[in-house]
């Protein structure tokens, strides 16, 4: 099983919706939970990060962490098309160097 | 704000050369990464370096090598390139020695070898 876990898409949405975008890690010692952005032909950039479970918001932006059930996701409300993009999830332990991406949602939305 | 930056945003190099992919970081971060980026594979880990000419493997270092003299720069070699080289590379850099600290990318370089 891998470490990490998240649907590819591509999901496509109209502008407005409300998207979930989801991953699904198994190592339990994962403490930190980050959320990155891809826009095309550019680097992955820090969107939310998050300790333990439960909720945290940003604007247009919610990361949702259910340690009991090794699961998270980011809703992003009022979609844009601005939002189109890859999004990495990336659980991470207290120890080690290295991060755990997931391979990434890629995610439209249309006008 | 962070800013990593890599030499070069495409590159094309012919099979056998030795390639040479910079990256240079302005944030005196201990921590420096080169990760591979390919379709369906996602970002995979291939070398690490948490101080000044220390480095660490990491998942797929075969067929690379990596430098680090200065703290703020991170070169990733190449020693014979091989087609199956061509990818997307992106250099990260990270404050401290914590796993639990963020990562930040540079905008990464299109290598395609031929």
């Known amino acids: 099983q891998k470490e990490v876990e998240q649907d590819p898409g591509p999901l496509s949405v109209p502008e407005g919706a409300i998207v979930s975008l989801n991953c699904t890690y198994s190592?339990?010692?994962?403490?930190?939970f980050m959320w990155y952005r891809q826009y095309s032909r550019k680097g992955p950039e820090l969107l939310m990060y998050t300790y333990s479970s439960g909720n945290k918001e940003d604007g247009r932006f919610t990361a949702q962490v259910d340690k009991s059930s090794k699961y998270i996701s980011l809703f992003i409300r009022d979609s844009q098309p601005s939002d189109s993009a890859t999004y990495l999830c990336?659980?991470?332990?207290?120890?080690?160097?290295?991060?755990?991406f997931g391979k990434g949602t890629s995610l439209l939305v249309t006008p | 704000d962070v800013k990593v930056t890599q030499s070069s945003r495409y590159l094309v190099k012919r099979t056998g050369e030795k390639v040479f992919l910079e990256c240079v970081q302005d944030?005196?971060?201990?921590?420096m990464f080169w990760y591979r980026q390919d379709p369906g594979l996602g970002l995979r880990l291939i070398y690490f370096?948490?101080?000044?000419?220390?480095?660490e493997k990491g998942d797929i270092p075969e067929g690379y090598s990596v430098s680090r003299e200065k703290k703020e720069r991170f070169s990733l070699i190449l020693e014979s390139a091989s087609t199956n080289q061509t990818s997307m590379y992106l250099c990260a850099s990270r404050d401290g020695g914590r796993s639990s600290q963020p990562q930040h990318f540079g905008d990464g370089t299109r290598l395609s070898i031929l």
């Open positions: 190592n339990s010692a994962f403490q930190y």
């Open positions: 370096s948490y101080d000044v000419k220390m480095k």
């Open positions: 990336a659980p991470v332990g207290d120890s080690g160097y290295a991060l755990n």
């Open positions: 944030m005196d971060h201990e921590n």
